[in-house]
């Protein structure tokens, strides 16, 4: 069983995955949400509506899973981009020291940027939308991933078996391959998942503002920006997509915990 599995077995890493998962299959087994019946704008929460309704008296908790899935996609597609495209960056001092060089500068320029500033310049360029959080997120992981993948480099460097196998003739790309890229990926792995959180939170702040997905899609900053507007009518709004929210997090710091905390296999 590898380090991962065992992992996952973790009461933490268990948890995590039960939590995440039942949030996926919830919010992919949700409709639209689209449904407007003005007679029932902003009535509480009840049987059928656990989170109330809206202003246009559509249910908040079906548009609250649906709006779950922007959410997902954009952590399933954005941190692993930015963790692959941060950890070539990270390494490509290895190929060529000018190319290691040029990586680093690039990571500064975009480090000197806090992640909802960026995200904001990045909405502004493109137009608030999906599209423009998921560059925002990319570009924000990047500094993370690359420092990590090149400080994994550098300790690396320095083991016996990276030293026997230059003593060999081993060629660099075989080194890099078989012993530096593994141990960077595995870092990789565990980033990816506290990258997923920054991810949910930074949607959510930019959506807040108002420069997320736009209406009428939802998403849980989205309806968070909305809700704040009728919180005095109808406090359930903010509350209902705000413990989703929570929860999201919540799983994905479990699982973040537990591949930190796993032993090697």
Known sequence: MTGYARALRTPRGAAGVTLIGSLTLAALLASSGYDVQSANALAGPGPSAW???DELGRDVF??????LRVDLSLIAVAVPLSALLGTL?????????????LGQRV???????????LGICVALVLRPGWWALAVAIVLSGLPVFGRLARSTWLAQQERDY?????????PGRTV?????????????VVQTAAGMVAAVFLESALSIVGLGVQPP??????LLNTGMRHMAEQPAYVAGPALILLLLALGLNLLADA?????PS
């Open 89 to 101: 960056i990270g390494l490509s001092g290895a190929i060529a020291g000018w190319l290691g060089t």
């Open 176 to 188: 890099m391959v078989r012993h530096i890229l593994p141990h960077a990926a595995d870092a990789a």
């Open 107 to 117: 990571l500064d320029v975009i480090v000197g940027f806090p992640s909802l500033i």
């Open 51 to 53: 989170f109330g309704t």
């Open 162 to 170: 990276v030293l026997a196998a230059r003593l060999m003739n081993v």
């Open 62 to 67: 079906v548009r609250t899973l649906y709006g």
């Open 259 to 263: 591949l930190t905390e796993r032993k």
């Open 217 to 222: 899609e939802p998403s849980l900053g989205a």
